[in-house]
């Protein structure tokens, strides 16, 4: 996908498999640079009241039959995540696709579970908590830490398995702080704090390699010191992907593209219990 002069309006950062009980579901880390993403963007902050340099690059998720995602906290429980723009406070997760059954967003701890009624399309993974059922052009906003900052245990979530169709999901995480990724400001080779050469001949490099060279998820303070990056760019960290999986994830984005540029936001739905809000896309 490219604009008018010929640049790309979307940069593949790499893809990574997302390994669960039996199951793999692809996803991509991408930077979308395109006007109507920066809408979305704008969106998001506008609805969540966070500023839109707290949050990641977009991610997608594809999950093909019998695909899910364990259940997990989107907050840290380490500190080295930490350093980076501080805990994810909130999640937004845009639907893609339909799904004909399974693939639902299951929140185990959450006190709904025991209240929400559960019609006959719900899979059984869906009765074992609150479950949202995949409907493209829904947002999911939900919050991973108290109003105090304390992280919040009703947040624990996951993706049911798919039974019938494909999922096809956009997640946007937001922290607390900003969220300074050196690659999504443009791949600069550069070190980020005056003191990296010092550190890196003392060693540095290899004795605290999360915070100098950095890992797949962020990259690292240090990097030209250490020597694992050029000025061109950043593919020796996020490796491009195969012709196959970029052609789907350019659909996937187109799509993202479509509906949300198409659409105005109204709230449809709240849950206190995990903090949650529903988002129906309504055609303008």
Not at 61 to 82: A, C, S
Not at 127 to 138: I, W
Not at 268 to 273: F, I, L, N
Request: proline share 5%; aromatic share 8%.
């Amino acid at each position: 996908m490219a604009d008018a002069s010929g640049q790309p309006k979307i940069r593949p950062t790499g893809f990574e498999g997302c390994q669960t009980a039996q199951t793999y579901a692809l996803v991509w880390g991408v930077w979308l640079v395109d006007e109507v993403v920066a809408r979305i963007e704008e969106r998001i902050a506008a609805w969540t009241f966070l500023p839109s340099e707290n949050g990641e690059s977009i991610q997608i998720l594809h999950y093909k039959n019998g695909e899910k995602y364990e259940p997990h906290y989107d907050y840290f429980h380490d500190k080295n995540n930490q350093a980076l723009g501080g805990h994810r406070i909130a999640t937004v997760l845009m639907y893609l696709s339909n799904i004909e059954k399974g693939g639902e967003t299951i929140f185990p701890n959450a006190e709904g579970k025991l209240t929400q009624h559960k019609d006959e399309t719900a899979s059984e993974c869906a009765k074992n908590g609150y479950a949202v059922k995949p409907v493209k052009g829904d947002a999911l906003l939900f919050f991973s830490l108290h109003p105090d900052a304390t992280t919040d245990p009703d947040s624990l979530h996951g993706s049911c398995p798919v039974i019938e169709g494909q999922k096809w999901s956009a997640t946007k995480w937001i922290h607390v702080r900003s969220f300074e990724n050196s690659g999504k400001q443009g791949g600069g080779c550069e070190d980020e704090n005056v003191l990296c050469s010092q550190w890196a001949a003392v060693g540095e490099c290899a004795k605290n390699p999360n915070y100098m060279v950095g890992t797949k998820e962020a990259p690292g303070f240090c990097r030209k010191s250490c020597n694992v990056c050029v000025q061109s760019g950043i593919n020796e960290l996020y490796p491009p992907v195969g012709h196959a999986e970029a052609a789907a994830l350019v659909a996937a984005a187109a799509s993202l593209a479509a509906f949300l540029s198409a659409s105005a936001f109204s709230v449809a739905a709240r849950s206190t219990s995990v903090d949650m809000v529903m988002m129906k896309a309504t055609r303008t």
